[in-house]
């Protein structure tokens, strides 16, 4: 069992900007309090992490439920849109009960990956036939027990889905992702509480899930609140056909019109825009969530990040579909993803890209004090194995490059959230058998 106020020492630290080695963290309610250069060797008091150590890993994009694809939709061929059937099939299946059961497995899964903080965005609010539960918010309570259960943070971003395209109700698979209209969306959403390890925030689903004279009722609920309001945004060509069809304007300027842009925001994907859309997404300020793994197994494309971050759009990643969990993999993607589109190689350091995963992720998810080891910050720490086959080899200075350019989530061999051990030499100390977890859930829905 972890002490109530640990000490952790690092073997080899990321430092925001290089690898420092023999560190002393000491915690405290949660936070750090000290952090100790040139500590040789250990002290009795500490708990020793081998490895490097880098901040907690934030995945500021998630549909837990979708990890019941993995796998399953892989078989024949078609479009993000033939995939979406089969997502609805999953999620018409879902109770708060077995939503619970199969999203512990999946936060477990993400804590192994080194995951420490993750943004849920979350639409599946109703019983199928959007029947209301005698708890409005049972299926997002579900998640945040979840990630409670599983030892990592949360950010339920709760999403406003009201209509099936523009000028469309909501077709029969998503009646149980609507509250009909966005008041009552708002009214449904605020009685959401949080806790010490969730947050809550708000989503639009997309522009052609939420009518426009509707977007800024989500937009001022979570300017009230101060909190983080996330959005997928052209995602695919086909959303900015039927909006300019709709409005005569790209879904980035429907939003921008209506006040959804800003720091607080978030666009997910951002993947096809037109250079004016990254102008008002980089001059306002508004972040970039980018999900690779996602992206290219949907057959997506490949989103402007590089031109978006020199306009000022801070960058983060996600898992989203969960096609596979591991941060580090999203990370190498978004630099190798952009080797292939301009034929040329070093868009982004190590460093770079360790900020996308950690604090800009953080910072997205309205946890800005957490992604980085400092007095003050959040105790969330992730510890890369430098001794397995892939990541054996580089200098210690190098360290950075051999996790972000090699390691996986099977080199994950420590977590720490709010300074617990969560994730033990690669073992989770909560949730004894992840995989055996994952395989009843999802089998249960398959059946």
Not at 31 to 59: C, F, H, M, Q, Y
Not at 108 to 123: D, K, N, Q, W
Not at 161 to 168: K, L, M, N, P, W
Request: aromatic letters at 6%; charged letters at 20%.
């Amino acid at each position: 069992m972890t002490p109530m106020n640990p000490s952790y020492w690092l073997e080899y630290a990321w430092l925001a900007t290089h690898v420092e080695p023999g560190v002393l963290v000491t915690t405290e309610n949660g936070r750090i309090t000290e952090v100790r250069k040139d500590v040789a060797t250990a002290p009795d008091s500490a708990v020793p992490l081998r490895g490097l150590t880098l901040p907690g890993l934030a995945n500021t994009h998630s549909h837990a439920f979708h990890r019941a694809l993995r796998g399953t939709v892989q078989v024949g061929s078609g479009t993000f849109w033939t995939w979406r059937e089969v997502m609805y099939s999953v999620a018409d299946r879902l109770t708060p009960e077995t939503y619970h059961q199969l999203a512990r497995a999946v936060y477990a899964e993400m804590a192994l990956a080194g995951i420490t903080v993750v943004g849920e965005f979350h639409y599946l609010h109703h019983a199928p036939g959007g029947t209301r539960y005698a708890d409005p918010n049972a299926m997002g309570e579900a998640l945040i027990a979840a990630a409670a259960d599983a030892g990592i943070r949360i950010t339920l971003l709760d999403t406003a889905y009201v209509s099936a395209g523009f000028g469309e109700p909501p077709g029969r698979h998503q009646l149980r992702f609507s509250d009909g209209t966005t008041d009552a969306w708002a009214e449904r959403a605020s009685a959401l509480k949080g806790a010490p390890h969730a947050r809550i925030g708000a989503a639009i689903h997309s522009v052609r899930a939420v009518p426009a004279r509707q977007l800024g009722t989500v937009a001022q609920w979570a300017e009230d609140r101060a909190a983080p309001l996330h959005v997928h945004l052209s995602e695919q060509t086909a959303e900015n056909e039927a909006c300019d069809r709709a409005h005569g304007r790209t879904p980035t300027r429907l939003l921008a019109d209506h006040g959804v842009l800003g720091p607080r925001t978030t666009g997910v994907h951002n993947t096809h825009l037109t250079d004016a859309d990254i102008h008002l997404i980089g001059t306002s300020g508004t972040g970039t969530c980018m999900c690779p793994t996602t992206e290219r197994d949907l057959a997506d494309g490949i989103g402007p990040a590089p031109a978006l971050q020199s306009a000022g759009s801070p960058l983060s990643l996600g898992t989203d579909s969960h096609a596979m969990i591991d941060l580090l993999e999203e990370a190498r993607a978004l630099e190798l993803n952009e080797r292939l589109r301009t034929h040329r190689r070093g868009h982004w350091t190590a460093a770079a890209l360790l900020r996308a995963a950690s604090p800009d992720g953080y910072a997205a998810l309205g946890w800005p004090d957490g992604g980085q080891i400092a007095p003050g910050a959040l105790a969330d720490l992730t510890t890369v194995a430098l001794d397995t086959v892939r990541t054996a080899g580089p200098a210690p200075r190098l360290a950075a490059e051999a996790a972000v350019f090699a390691a996986t989530s099977a080199d994950i061999r420590h977590t720490v959230v709010a300074g617990r051990h969560v994730v033990k030499d690669g073992t989770h100390t909560t949730v004894p058998h992840p995989a055996k977890d994952l395989t009843t859930a999802i089998t249960a829905l398959n059946d």
